[in-house]
């Protein structure tokens, strides 16, 4: 069983049309971000795919930092 839980709004894939994929996860146990690119090396992203994968990222922040956050003392 993966730790890691993927964005499930992102569906991005190389425009080249090899199947190469972005898939970007939060750590549920620690809130690392993972951002890993499946099948290759690199991927050649279109402008609307790249804003995707900044979406992305930027909701895994979001989640890392709400499992990683201190409870407040009252």
Known sequence: ???FSSDPDLSVY???GNGTEVDVATNLLNGEVRLS?????EIL???DAADQVADALRRAAAHSRSITATPSAD
Request: net charge negative.
């Open 37 to 41: 690119i499946l099948w290759t090396q």
């Open 45 to 47: 992203l279109s402008a």
């Open 14 to 16: 190389d425009v080249t």
């Open 1 to 3: 069983m993966s730790a």
